[in-house]
T-cell receptor
């Protein structure tokens, strides 16, 4: 199993450009999440999905869109990039138990720089 | 307000000693708490999960405790090695928000030979 894969590894954007960060998992997990990680801030949840066709907002959703058309894929779209979106982005997947998400499996991350 | 806090300062210890990291939370009622390890430039990797009805859990040189009265979890690495140097993150589930995981900001551990 490849686990959770993310592309690209690095990206530089200009302010106002749009792009899509790709995330895929091959573990048949129901839950998928997007986090951003900034120095001193820890991991903050952007959007998450509890299954195909179902998405919801996390702590910092503004400026980002997601969709979940298949169990495997969960792309994150930046609509109009801003310097404040410079960060490292992690995608994660997990199976669910009766109490919500269990162990999260993280991808390697995408480093994004917005100029 | 809701908070989850870890030691913000880096922890420096000597090889062979026990490292103890702290995770405190307020205004959450988690069903479980998790600990992850993160190396520079990599994604976090799961280490241990402890449920609210468990006081302690062990895995090899790792031990986690969970005190729901104190609202605190302690993470111990015994006989620490330089290879244990990394950032350690705690995370808890927010039952009131569908079980989403909330992460602390992490504590950087450095083990010197």
């Amino acid at each position: 199993n490849a686990g959770v894969t993310q592309t690209p590894k690095f990206q530089v954007l200009k302010t106002g450009q749009s792009m899509t960060l790709q995330c895929a998992q091959d573990m048949n997990h129901e839950y998928m999440s997007w986090y951003r990680q900034d120095p001193g801030m820890g991991l903050r949840l952007i959007h998450y999905s509890v299954g195909a066709g179902i998405t919801d907002q996390g702590e910092v959703p503004n400026g980002y869109n997601v969709s979940r058309s298949t169990t495997e894929d969960f792309p994150l779209r930046l609509l109009s990039a801003a310097p404040s979106q410079t960060s490292v982005y992690f995608c994660a997947s997990s199976y669910s138990s009766g109490q919500g998400q269990e162990t999260q499996y993280f991808g390697p991350g995408t480093r994004l720089l917005v100029l | 307000s809701q908070k989850i806090e870890q030691n913000s300062e880096a922890l420096n210890i000597q090889e062979g000693k026990t490292a103890t990291l702290t995770c405190n939370y307020t205004n959450y009622s988690p069903a479980y708490l998790q600990w992850y390890r993160q190396d520079p430039g990599r994604g976090p990797v799961f280490l241990l999960l402890i449920r609210e009805n468990e006081k302690e859990k062990r895995k090899e040189r790792l031990k986690v405790t969970f005190d729901t009265t104190l609202k605190q979890s302690l993470f111990h690495i015994t006989a620490s090695q330089p290879a244990d140097s990394a950032t350690y993150l705690c995370a808890l589930d927010d039952y009131n928000q569908g079980g989403k995981l909330i992460f602390g900001q992490g504590t950087e551990l450095s083990v010197k030979p």
